[in-house]
């Protein structure tokens, strides 16, 4: 069966369980009632000085009293379904837990075919953009040479001009003195990005760069090289407000928030958006925002699963042409879905003044 066929399976189920609960409380109402009455028809049959009516009330609370406990042996019936109902969600509940796990056991085979369609896709923006290129200088050279082809340029130009804007985001990544029991898994985030990007309606407008095991002289080479409107670090931060990332022989290096504020500021003009995916890095984000319209930090400690999350959901929004402001809330939304507790986590500081137009990275076709 698969994964959709076991998630039906366990709502059936629920949606059992959830029916006996109905007809329980239905029949748990109907024996107070009927206990009500028997209690009335007794204190009735008590008070009447008449031997006749006091013979029928009797009669009547005989009555009432066998339907309370017709009532309440219904009750008990129905107790024994839902105890069946659970040990078969849990049964359930069991096998699907069982096929996610294989399915993922699948996605991580597929993962080098996946690393070559990344390659091919690359290849493929990097032509497309150079054959825009060529269209927009013929273009220009035949308006100067061809009145007659003027109505065709317009609409070409008008259809190049409908293309989203291209924007760049570099993904910094260190996780230094890491072994098997405690490495975090920045390569199964920065996959869960690029396949968010690759899913989104403008995933074309999105080039996403990764850097491994950085040093500090790496981050600023990348955004000179680079030229980035977004910087992302993923990786450990500290209550001591330093970033962690690794030296020439592979062990930690903290960078304080001085100096990673000023690397942002002395970077390219292109950034609009530093992201720190890294515990306690709120400071960092704060410091940085007098120097990039928009940051992104956590005010505590983050768990690798929520921090996988919140970065992928994002990226994949702000692929579907939405703001940074709205796509941190979208983030923060499926975090509280997947990981409820997490959400408040993320913090988003933008510089006073700015529209959501304004902070909107990509940005789909107008009329």
Known sequence: MSTDQYRTQVANIQNSIAKLQGEKAKKVDAAAKAGKKNHDALAAAARTSSASTATSKLREATRYASEQAKAETEVGKIEKK????????????K?????????????????????????KVVAEQKRAALQQERVLRNLSQGLSRHENLHVQTALEIERLKALPEKITVVFFAADPGSDSTTKLGLDEEARLIGERIRASEHRDALVFHTRWAVRPRDVLQAINELQ??????????????????????????????????????????????????????????????????????????????????????????IGFGLSITKAFQQAKALVA???????????????????????????????
């Not at 096998?95 to 796990?101: A, G, I, P, S, Y």
């Open 82 to 93: 839902i105890a069946d109902e659970h040990k078969k969600l849990v049964t359930a509940q």
């Open 95 to 119: 096998r699907l837990e069982d096929e996610l796990k294989r399915e993922r056991k699948r996605q991580d085979t597929a993962q080098a075919r996946r690393v070559t369609e990344e390659k």
């Open 228 to 317: 980035p409107t977004v910087v992302h670090f993923s990786g450990h931060g500290t209550n001591a407000d330093t970033l962690v990332l690794q030296d020439d022989q592979g062990n930690e290096k903290h960078v304080s928030k001085d100096a990673i504020v000023s690397a942002m500021a002395l970077g390219s003009e292109s950034v609009k958006l530093v992201f720190f995916n890294t515990c306690f890095s709120f400071n960092q984000a704060q410091g940085c925002l007098q120097y990039v319209p928009a940051t992104i930090g956590m005010n505590r400690d983050v768990g690798d699963l929520p921090a996988r999350i919140f970065s992928a959901q994002f990226y994949s929004a």
């Open 337 to 367: 879905m997947e990981t409820p507790g997490e959400e408040s986590i993320p913090e988003l500081y933008v510089q006073e003044g700015l529209t959501e137009e304004m902070l909107t990275l990509v940005r789909p076709p107008s009329l």
